[in-house]
C-alpha cells in the first residue's frame, strides 16, 4: 500500500493518515496531532438527565422504608417495655396479615383468588406453624449474653440492613418475577431477620416470642412486596400511602421520645430534600467517557 | 552527520524471561538501539532465582533488582525505598535517559518518579489501552497522572492508544509520540512449501478468556464449517473458556474438523501459524495485537473484530475487519476465503518486511530522545508545582511525596557521595573485535 503520493511539485505532501504501519508518515512529526484526534470520543453517552421534583418524588420510597423500619422498632420498645401484650400483638399481626392479602388482591393485575389460596394461603400457614414450633428455641436462644450486647447488635444490623436494602424492587417476588435478587438485598434481609430473632429471644413467654416473631417477620419479608405492589399499582396511591405513614410514624415517635422525633424528622428531611439537591448538584461534573479504546459488549448472552 | 550517543536505562516489571507484547518490545528496541550505538542498560525485578545482573545478546545488561513479584508480576510498591539502588544504578552506569514501559508496571513509575526527583531525562511508553468507569481503571489513570505530570516525552503504540493515554493522564497530545511495535519478520517466515488451497485451515492462537473473545469463537466455528465444507480450524491456545469450545465440538460433532492444540509455546508458534491460509483474532479489546503482525508475516490473511487499534495496524488488503458479532465475523470469514486465491505469501512477507521493522522503531525512538534531551530543565520548585494540578487533593499529596522524595535524595547524597560509587566502564564485545581480526587477515 503506496501512500506517496506520485506528485510533481514538492509543496504537496501527502495527507496524514491514521495508521501505523509503513514507518514515519513523510512530511509529519510522530506527535503530529490531527484534527481527527479524539474524533471516535462520546462524552456523556449513557447518563440520565435528571429533574428535582421528579428525584424528590423518588426518594419518597427511601423514607417510607425508614419510616416502616421506625414503626417495627417502637412496637419492639413497647413489647420489651410490656405496653403491648401479647394478645394485643396477636391481633396486630393478624390484621396486618389480612390487610396485606387485600392490597395484594386489589393491586396485583395478574392474580386471581385461586392463586392467592393455593400458593400465599398455604405457604403463609406453613410458615405460622413453623414460627410456632421454634418459638421455645428464639425464646432461649440470648440468654447468656448480656443485654447491652443485643441492643448493640441490633442497632449495627439494623443499619446494615438500612444500608444495603433494595430500595428499587422487593427481594421476595411474587410468583413469575424473572430477575434473581443481588447479593447485597439478601444480606440486608438476613440482617434484618436475625435482628428480630434478637429482640425476640429477650421475651418472657412463649407466645410472646411467637407474636414478635410473626410481626417482625411479616414486615421485613412482605412489607417492601407490598409497597411495591402499590407504586406499581398508582403512584398517587404510593404517594398518599407514605405521607400518611410518614405523619403516623412521626407522632407515635413524638409519643415516645422528643429526641427521637427530632432525629427521625431530620433524617426524613436530609433524605427527601437534602440528598435530591445535592445530587442534581454534583451531575453536572459528570464526564462518562466512551471512544474505540472500549471493550466491545457482546450482544448474546454469554455462559461462565 | 554524528549522533550523540545515549545512556539509556529501560525500567520495566516485564522482561525476560517473560513472554509478551511488553518484553518483546523492551528487548528488540534494546538490541536495535545497542546497534545503532547507544548504551543500553535493563532494570526488572528478579525472576525465581534469576536475580542479580545478566548479560544478554549484543551486550545487553540486565539488572535483576532481588524483589519479589507482587501481584500479576508486579513488584510490592514501595515508594521511598526503592531510591537507593535506582540511584546507585544511574550512577554507576552514567545513565542520561530513562525509559519507562508500560502503565500497569508499579518498578517503572517508583523509577521514574525517582529519575526525576534527581533531574533525569525521563521518556515514557505505554503498551495498553484502560477505560475510564471502573475502580481499577480510575486509580491507575491517577498513578499515571502523577508519574506523567512531570514526564519529558511519551510514547504511545498506536494512535488509539495516544487518544487514550491523552484522555487519562491530560497530557498535551504534542508530547505523545506515535511510534508502534515491530515484528521480528526474520523469525516468521511463511512456510517453503504452501499448505494445499483445496481445504482451507483456519488458524485461532489467543489465550482462551472473554477478554479474547472465545465466546465469539463458539458461535461462529459452527457456523462456518456448515457454510463452507473445506474449512477446517486448529485452535491453539488454553483458557477457561476452553471447556465451551470443546462441548461446542462435541454438539455439532466437529472432532475432525476443528483441532484443539492446547497452550503452544512461544518458539512453536510460527509451525502452527504456517499450516493455515487465514488467521481468526477474535478479541473483544486489543491495544496492538501483535498476533496479527506476526501471521501476516507467515502469510496469512488476517480476519479481526474492529476493536481498540485493530484497524490502524495493516493495509486494508491483508487484513477484514468485522464486527465483534457472530453474523458479521461469518460474512467476514467469507470474503477472506474469497480473497485467499489473490494472497501470496511470500509477497505479503516481502511488505511486512517494509511496513514494519524494528530499526525503523529505534530510529524513531532516538529522535523522541534527541527532542527529550532539547527540553530545559526547570528547577525543583516549578518542575515540582506541576503536580498540583493533578487534583485538589491528589495534588497537594502528590507534591508532598515529591518533596519528600527529594530530601530523602540529598540526605543520600550526603550519607553515600555520587564518587563512592564506582563507574561501571564500557565493555567491548569479543565479537565486534573478532570481526576486525578477520578483516584485517582476509
Given amino acids: 500500500m503506496d501512500h506517496h503520493l506520485a506528485s510533481d511539485s514538492p509543496q504537496v505532501r501527502p495527507r496524514w493518515r491514521k495508521v501505523a504501519y509503513g514507518g514515519m508518515q513523510p512530511g509529519f512529526d510522530d506527535n503530529h496531532t490531527d484534527e481527527s484526534f479524539l474524533e471516535g470520543m462520546v462524552m456523556n453517552a449513557n447518563v440520565v438527565r435528571r429533574d428535582m421534583l421528579k428525584v424528590m418524588l423518588d426518594s419518597v420510597s427511601i423514607s417510607e422504608y425508614l419510616c416502616i423500619v421506625a414503626l417495627v422498632v417502637l412496637v419492639w420498645t413497647y413489647t420489651l417495655e410490656s405496653t403491648i401484650d401479647e394478645n394485643r400483638l396477636l391481633c396486630i399481626d393478624v390484621s396486618l396479615l389480612v390487610s396485606g392479602f387485600l392490597i395484594l388482591l386489589f393491586t396485583r393485575e395478574k392474580i386471581s383468588l385461586s392463586i392467592l389460596v393455593h400458593h400465599y394461603f398455604l405457604n403463609i400457614s406453613f410458615f405460622i406453624m413453623g414460627l410456632y414450633v421454634l418459638a421455645p428455641i428464639y425464646q432461649t436462644l440470648t440468654r447468656s449474653i448480656s443485654s447491652d450486647s443485643i441492643w448493640a447488635l441490633t442497632v449495627s444490623l439494623l443499619v446494615i440492613h438500612l444500608f444495603l436494602h433494595d430500595y428499587s424492587e422487593s427481594t421476595v417476588n411474587a410468583p413469575g418475577a424473572l430477575k434473581n435478587p443481588a447479593l447485597t438485598s439478601c444480606i440486608s434481609v438476613n440482617a434484618s431477620v436475625v435482628a428480630s430473632v434478637f429482640i425476640a429471644s429477650r421475651l418472657p413467654s412463649r407466645l410472646h416470642v411467637f407474636a414478635i416473631m410473626l410481626f417482625s417477620l411479616q414486615v421485613f419479608l412482605f412489607g417492601p412486596l407490598v409497597t411495591c405492589c402499590i407504586k406499581k399499582y398508582s403512584f398517587r396511591l404510593h404517594l398518599c400511602f407514605s405521607i400518611s405513614l410518614m405523619v403516623v410514624t412521626l407522632s407515635f415517635v413524638y409519643m415516645l421520645r422528643c429526641l427521637l422525633f427530632v432525629l427521625l424528622l431530620s433524617l426524613l428531611v436530609f433524605v427527601n430534600v437534602v440528598c435530591p439537591y445535592w445530587l442534581i448538584r454534583i451531575q453536572e461534573y459528570k464526564f462518562e467517557i466512551n471512544g474505540p479504546w472500549d471493550e466491545a459488549k457482546l450482544c448474546f448472552a454469554i455462559r461462565d | ?442
Fill in chain 2, 1 to 442: 552527520m554524528d549522533r550523540k550517543k545515549y545512556r539509556i536505562m529501560m525500567v520495566s516489571d516485564f522482561f525476560y524471561p517473560n513472554f509478551g507484547g511488553v518484553e518483546n518490545h523492551i528487548y528488540y528496541l534494546s538490541q536495535c538501539l545497542l546497534k545503532l550505538g547507544h548504551k543500553v542498560v535493563v532494570v526488572t525485578h528478579a525472576y525465581g532465582n534469576r536475580s542479580g545482573v545478566r548479560y544478554m545478546t549484543g551486550g545487553l545488561k540486565v539488572y535483576y533488582v532481588p524483589w519479589r513479584p507482587f501481584v500479576m508480576q508486579n513488584s510490592f510498591p514501595t515508594l521511598f525505598p526503592s531510591l537507593p539502588i535506582i540511584r546507585t544504578i544511574l550512577i554507576r552506569e552514567r545513565i542520561t535517559i530513562v525509559h519507562g514501559h508500560q502503565a500497569f508496571s508499579t518498578l517503572c513509575h517508583e523509577a521514574l518518579m525517582h529519575s526525576r526527583t534527581m533531574g533525569y531525562r525521563v521518556v515514557f511508553t505505554d503498551h495498553s489501552l484502560y477505560g475510564f468507569s471502573d475502580a481499577g481503571s480510575i486509580h491507575m489513570n491517577k498513578v499515571l497522572q502523577f508519574t506523567l505530570a512531570d514526564v519529558s516525552q511519551a510514547i504511545c503504540v498506536l494512535h488509539t492508544s495516544k487518544e487514550n493515554t491523552v484522555l487519562r493522564s491530560g497530557l498535551p497530545p504534542e508530547k505523545v509520540f506515535v511510534i508502534p511495535n515491530a515484528v521480528d519478520t526474520a523469525m516468521f517466515k511463511p512456510a517453503v512449501v504452501q499448505p494445499s488451497r483445496s481445504e482451507i485451515v483456519i488458524v485461532v492462537i489467543s489465550r482462551l478468556v472473554y477478554r479474547k473473545g472465545a465466546d465469539l469463537l463458539v458461535e461462529v466455528i459452527p457456523d462456518v464449517c456448515r457454510l463452507h465444507p473445506n474449512v477446517r480450524f486448529i485452535v491453539g491456545g488454553d483458557g477457561p473458556k476452553r471447556v465451551w469450545l470443546e462441548e461446542m465440538r462435541e454438539k455439532h460433532s466437529l472432532q475432525d474438523r476443528v483441532e484443539m492444540l492446547g497452550a503452544v509455546p512461544h518458539a512453536q508458534v510460527r509451525s502452527v501459524l504456517i499450516s493455515g491460509h487465514i488467521f481468526l483474532n477474535s478479541s473483544l479489546t486489543e491495544a496492538f495485537c501483535i498476533a496479527i503482525l506476526e501471521a501476516a508475516s507467515c502469510g496469512l490473511l488476517t480476519v479481526s473484530t474492529r476493536v481498540g487499534g485493530v484497524p490502524e495496524v495493516l493495509p486494508d488488503d491483508m487484513i477484514i475487519l468485522a464486527e465483534p458479532d457472530p453474523g458479521d465475523m461469518v460474512l467476514a470469514i467469507e470474503r477472506a476465503i474469497s480473497m485467499l486465491p489473490k494472497v501470496d505469501p511470500q509477497v505479503m512477507h516481502h511488505r511486512m518486511r517494509e511496513l514494519y521493522n524494528w530499526h525503523d522503531v529505534a530510529k524513531r525512538t532516538e529522535i523522541v530522545y534527541d527532542r527529550t534531551l532539547k527540553c530545559p530543565n526547570q528547577n525543583l520548585l516549578v518542575r515540582v508545582s506541576r503536580y498540583l494540578y493533578c487534583g485538589v487533593w491528589a495534588g497537594k499529596l502528590f507534591f508532598v511525596v515529591m518533596i519528600v522524595d527529594f530530601l530523602f535524595w540529598r540526605l543520600l547524597e550526603l550519607w553515600q557521595p555520587a564518587e563512592d560509587i564506582e563507574e561501571m566502564p564500557d565493555l567491548t564485545l569479543p565479537h565486534i573485535s573478532n570481526k576486525e581480526t578477520l578483516q584485517k587477515t582476509e
